[in-house]
């Protein structure tokens, strides 16, 4: 079971707008950068996100039924910055993986026994965009 709705909430309302400016430069972070199914508003979402196989595995540490998860999905692509640098992303792929394999240990272990969040979503690298400036 993934994080609570609750901790997505504060999270979004705090934690999260410190974490956004961290996360394009930061190991391990990255923000999506996705528009809203319904306004059409850009989000910037940030998360876990590890270079995997000619694109990026992300943990969906608050489940697949996240509004940024819907967004991505519905549009079939999105933006990701990581590491100073931003990718246009295609075929977001969620999926469930107990174990969390394709995550470092450290992040394996939280997301199998202290966050609880087996699924994931895939997505391949179409071409990487000018680096982001931060």
Do not use: C
């Amino acid at each position: 079971m993934p994080a609570p709705r609750w901790v997505a909430r504060v999270n979004k309302a705090g934690l999260n707008r410190v974490t956004k400016f961290i996360a394009p430069w930061a190991p391990g972070w990255a923000v999506v950068v996705h528009r809203g199914r319904k306004s059409g508003k850009v989000f910037r979402t940030p998360l876990w996100a590890f270079r995997r196989d000619g694109g990026f595995v992300i943990a969906l540490t608050y489940g697949p039924e996240s509004d940024w998860v819907r967004n991505v999905i519905a549009a079939g692509h999105f933006q990701l910055e990581t590491r100073r640098r931003t990718y246009e992303v295609d075929n977001p792929h969620v999926y469930r993986d107990p174990t969390a394999a394709d995550m470092p240990a450290f992040i394996r272990f939280m997301l199998r026994y202290v966050i609880k969040a087996p699924d994931f979503l895939s997505v391949n690298v179409v071409r990487e965009l000018t680096p982001t400036a931060r």
